[in-house]
Nanobody, 115 residues
Framework: QVQLVESGGGLVQPGGSLRLSCAASGIIFRVYAMAWYRQAPGKQRELVAVISSSGSSHYVDSVKGRFTISRDDATNTMYLQMNSLKPDDTAVYYC?????????WGQGTQVTVSS
């Protein structure tokens, strides 16, 4: 069964940190490009960060220098380390796996940045 399961979301104060995880099963994880997307209330889903199967990464400008995407092919897990969080980072964060234009999505995890 193909499945992506996110975890690590929660409520954090501005300036705080969170680490999201995405556990994959049912796919050959190492050949997939992996990504984090987010969707805030009333807004379209946007790409946050992507990491290729070879490990190269790219970020949306608004998170550069604050977020770090990584992957562990030995455990089929992707991570998003989020530092210096801002209220604008509040959203549901989704894990995405893509190979050959066939995306797979997780169920999402809520991140709320508020004092």
């Amino acid at each position: 069964q193909v499945q992506l399961v996110e975890s690590g979301g929660g409520l954090v104060q501005p300036g705080g940190s969170l680490r999201l995880s995405c556990a994959a099963s049912g796919i050959i994880f190492r050949v997939y490009a992996m990504a984090w997307y987010r969707q805030a209330p009333g807004k379209q889903r946007e790409l946050v960060a992507v990491i290729s199967s070879s490990g190269s990464s790219h970020y949306v400008d608004s998170v550069k220098g604050r977020f770090t995407i990584s992957r562990d092919d030995a455990t089929n897990t992707m991570y998003l380390q989020m530092n210096s969080l801002k209220p604008d980072d509040t959203a549901v964060y989704y894990c995405n796996a893509n190979r050959g234009g066939n995306p797979i999505w997780g169920q999402g995890t809520q991140v709320t940045v508020s004092s």
